[in-house]
């Protein structure tokens, strides 16, 4: 593919905004190595008032194809607005990520179950109950 790396920007996470020009494909990313969790992921979303997804591998991506398509903005004017409010955003994108690392609750104990009675002592308990 022919993708092309138009703005990066460096701090405490990556921040890229990547055009593919064979597809006509505008995205952002911030590549992630750990999983992000829903509601870190919701947290995210409420902080930078964008839609990021998760996607394994990828990390959280943000698809502009539609700010590119809908009007007559170009490329460069978005990624020169959102590097710019992006170098402010990162650090608290940061600590929610490391926050939700450390978060992560404990996987909880399964009960063991016992042994299942069969059908007939379940029958014959059911049997003495009744004639009392």
Do not use: C
């Not at 394994?56 to 194809?65: E, T």
């Not at 710019?84 to 650090?91: F, S, T, V």
């Amino acid at each position: 593919m022919s993708e092309e790396v138009v703005v990066e920007v460096q701090g405490p996470l990556v921040f890229r905004i990547i055009h593919d020009k064979e597809l006509g494909y505008l995205y952002a990313n911030i590549p992630i190595d750990k999983r992000v969790s829903t509601s870190a992921l919701r947290e995210i979303i409420t902080i930078t008032h964008d839609p990021w997804r998760y996607l394994d591998g990828k990390g959280l991506v943000l698809d502009l194809s539609a700010w590119t398509n809908e009007g007559d903005i170009d490329v460069q004017a978005i990624s020169r607005a959102l590097e710019a409010k992006y170098k402010e955003i990162l650090d608290s994108v940061k600590k929610i990520v490391d926050e939700a690392g450390k978060a992560a609750p404990a996987k909880k104990r399964r009960r063991k179950k016992g042994r299942r009675k069969g059908k007939r002592a379940r029958r014959k308990r059911r049997g003495r109950k009744s004639k009392k």
